[in-house]
């Protein structure tokens, strides 16, 4: 059963109901053809026997009208003669009419149709006709319709009751047949709606109890099917594959927060100890009464604890930006290039971040995109030997754009190897937290990469034609 499709295994039940019920109509359609071949016959009988009938009774009529012309005393009589005549004209017209219907050519024999021609020839009214050879011919003809019409009615009443016989027969056998057919199909349909239902439900409850412990944050993933043989399989499928990545998304985020959390801490602590003991030492040295023998040597102390209090703020900043809560994501961005350009010579840079871009970010999305953008120049600036690199963050479209592009040496973004360095990896892991990824594609210099990420709009699911608007309009 799970062999077939999902909407085959849906509308198995009606189908194997519906499947007999066409095959009883069509049985039934069968005998029923042939009940009505039986009544058409006695049909055709009953006309036929009705226009013997009809010719019987207007050959006495004839009869009557003719004896009454030859009679002499309405010789004299020209109105009840011209009266007679066309009540035989009317009469001759009816007789011929019944003699040669069609309801009774092929149940007469050749012999009386003969007869019945000659008669209708004979007793053909006309200003010559010979009433006397017109009524022999109708005392002749009297007696065979006599015959004939008590043959027919016969005949049609054998027919009539082997019909009935035959209907009731069919009857009887078609009911029988119908109960037991609707009985079986029934059944089945019963027994495989519940295989079916039951099957489903098992199916459904998994993934149900599965969707129910995503929801109390249990993300252990979901068994793949073995065959996918429906639909139901590949919802399985995909549940499985979204059960994984939502995990290693959830331990990534969780280890990236873990990191955050460390760093902070870290630097805090760096801040509250180190930081505060070296200024009080300089504030000491200053505060000293020297002699010229040890100011030299307390210049050196000074200068050393100087550079020390930039490396260990700048080590803070890199832990922790706190310029990133108070001054914003573009300042943060461009002190960081900054401090970075000042161990590299000839490498110009360029950036571009739309103003009060942070009203439009979370605390954690501008953190971690702040992070990726460090990463990509700390790649850039190690691996990617240029001397020129642009950093674009502009809101298109209710969406957030971020580009990075060089014009180093670039590098084979299009293998199908994952990408092993620990920077870009980290971007990764962070564009996943976004709900988004990263790109890297050829530089719009001639040589080079560029990075890009769009960070879409979580009310507004842009279509293909608004993904290229803003990948078009993010170097304007």
Same mark, same amino acid.
């Given at each position: ?166 209907? +009731?027969?069919?009857? =009887? ?8 057919? !609707?009985? @079986?199909?029934? #059944?089945? $349909?019963? &027994? ?117 209090? +930039?490396?260990?703020? =700048? ?8 310029? !990133?809560? @108070?001054?914003? #994501?573009? $300042?943060? &961005? ?143």
């Amino acid at each position: 059963m799970r062999s077939l499709p999902l909407n085959i295994q849906i509308l198995a039940a009606p189908l194997v109901l519906a499947i007999p019920i066409v095959f009883i109509l069509i049985y039934t359609l069968v005998y029923l053809t042939d009940i009505s071949k039986q009544n058409d016959t006695v049909r055709e009988w009953a006309r036929a026997t009705d226009q013997i009938k009809i010719a019987q009774s207007t050959s006495y009529q004839m009869l009557h009208t003719l004896t009454e012309l030859s009679s002499k005393k309405n010789i004299t009589d020209s109105d009840k003669k011209e009266e007679l005549f066309f009540n035989y004209i009317e009469q001759s017209q009816v007789l011929k009419s019944s003699l040669t219907s069609a309801d009774i050519g092929d149940k007469i024999s050749n012999e009386n149709l003969t007869l019945f021609s000659k008669t209708i020839q004979t007793t053909r009214y006309s200003e010559r006709m010979d009433i006397l050879s017109s009524i022999r011919a109708l005392e002749t003809l009297s007696p065979k319709l006599d015959y004939i019409y008590n043959t027919l009615q016969a005949k049609k009443r054998v027919l009539y009751i082997k019909s009935n016989k035959d209907i +009731t027969l069919i009857t =009887s056998k078609l009911t029988n047949v119908i109960l037991l057919v !609707l009985g @079986i199909s029934t #059944l089945l $349909a019963l &027994i495989t709606a519940g295989l079916v239902s039951k099957t489903l439900k098992r199916r459904l409850t998994c993934i149900s109890q599965y969707a129910t412990n995503v929801l109390k944050g249990n993300y252990q993933a979901l068994q793949k099917p073995t065959n996918i043989n429906d639909e139901l399989d590949q919802i399985t499928l995909q549940l499985s594959k979204m059960s994984q990545k939502l995990s290693h998304t959830i331990a990534s985020e969780d280890i990236l927060q873990a990191a955050e959390d460390e760093r902070q801490r870290i630097a805090m602590d760096i801040h509250d100890q180190f930081l505060s003991e070296i200024t009080q030492l300089r504030r000491e040295i200053e505060q000293a009464d020297t002699h010229n023998n040890s100011a030299k040597q307390l210049q050196t102390i000074d200068d050393t604890l100087g550079r020390l209090n +930039t490396d260990l703020r =700048s080590l803070i900043n890199d832990l922790f930006p706190h310029s !990133l809560e @108070i001054l914003g #994501l573009e $300042a943060s &961005i461009r002190d960081y290039i900054l401090r970075k350009l000042s161990a590299f010579q000839n490498i110009q840079f360029y950036v571009q971040i739309d103003a009060n871009i942070d009203d439009y970010l979370t605390q954690k999305q501008c953190l971690h995109l702040y992070r990726i953008s460090i990463e990509a120049i700390n790649n850039i600036l190690k691996h990617a030997h240029c001397n020129r690199f642009e950093l674009v963050l502009k809101r298109i479209d209710g969406n957030i754009v971020l580009s990075i592009e060089d014009n180093g040496c670039g590098f084979d973004f299009t293998s199908t190897e994952p990408l092993g360095h620990i920077g870009m990896l980290s971007i990764k892991q962070r564009a996943s937290i976004l709900e988004t990824e990263g790109h890297w594609q050829a530089s719009r210099f001639s040589t080079g990469t560029c990075f890009k990420l769009i960070l879409y709009n979580t009310r507004q699911s842009p279509d293909a034609t608004s993904i290229a608007s803003i990948q078009t309009s993010a170097y304007v």
